[in-house]
């Protein structure tokens, strides 16, 4: 069965930090491109990083130096570590994976960054 899963989302105060995982099954995982878009109510569903086949990486302006996605191919799982969290990263976090025509998306995990 195709499937990622998403896990690691939750509350956490200004300044903090999260690390969410996304465990895929049913996929060549390695041949992935593996990403992480976000979408806030009323928002468009955005990128915020993204790890090529190669171990080359991507970011959105609004998150670089402080978000890190990486991919532990052997467990066919990508991360994405949250530091220095801001009021505006409180969104849903959706795992993605690409390859050729194949696209597939998390169900999703709720980071709400608030005091």
């Known amino acids: 069965q195709v499937q990622l899963v998403e896990s690691g989302g939750g509350l956490v105060q200004p300044d903090g930090s999260l690390r969410l995982s996304c465990a895929a099954s049913?996929?060549?995982?390695?041949?992935?491109?593996m990403a992480w878009y976000r979408q806030a109510p009323g928002n468009q569903r955005d990128l915020v990083a993204r790890?090529?086949?190669?171990?080359?990486?991507d970011y959105a302006d609004s998150v670089k130096d402080r978000f890190a996605i990486s991919r532990d191919n052997a467990k066919n799982t990508v991360y994405l570590q949250m530091n220095s969290l801001k009021p505006e990263d409180t969104a849903v976090y959706y795992c993605?994976?690409?390859?050729?025509?194949?696209?597939?998306w998390g169900q999703g995990t709720q980071v709400t960054v608030s005091s």
């Open positions: 993605n994976a690409q390859y050729a025509w194949t696209n597939l």
């Open positions: 049913g996929i060549n995982f390695p041949v992935y491109t």
């Open positions: 790890i090529f086949t190669h171990g080359g990486t």
